[in-house]
Nanobody, 114 residues
Framework: VQLQASGGGSVQTGGSLRLSCATSGFQFSSKVMGWYRQIPGKQRELVALITGGGTTHYDDSVKGRFTVSRDNAKNTMWLQMDNLKPEDAARYYC?????????WGRGTLVTVSS
């Protein structure tokens, strides 16, 4: 299993970013996939997930601002993040949405300045 999150960066409050998750080594289309984030000193939390068929679920903290999508033909998932807030600043990871693999990768860092 390989999971490569990218697309992070530094934005101002209210800005947008689009994260990408490139995957390989497993049958992507059959897996529920998720976006997680972690702030130093805190537990990693799930913020969005998407089933193989495209059904989505969001944590209340990002609902209405983040949109998760996937392309099963490309083994890729995205997270469109709009109206970013300082509390969204974290390192973001992609992984299985309900039963994460032990391999998390380096993730991608999002910083939001006020």
């Amino acid at each position: 299993v390989q999971l490569q999150a990218s697309g992070g960066g530094s934005v101002q409050t209210g800005g947008s970013l689009r994260l990408s998750c490139a995957t390989s080594g497993f049958q992507f289309s059959s897996k529920v996939m998720g976006w997680y984030r972690q702030i130093p000193g805190k537990q990693r939390e799930l913020v969005a997930l998407i089933t193989g068929g495209g059904t989505t679920h969001y944590d209340d903290s990002v609902k209405g601002r983040f949109t998760v999508s996937r392309d099963n033909a490309k083994n890729t998932m995205w997270l469109q993040m709009d109206n970013l807030k300082p509390e969204d600043a974290a390192r973001y990871y992609c992984n299985h949405g309900t039963n994460p693999w032990s391999i998390w990768g380096r993730g991608t860092l999002v910083t939001v300045s006020s």
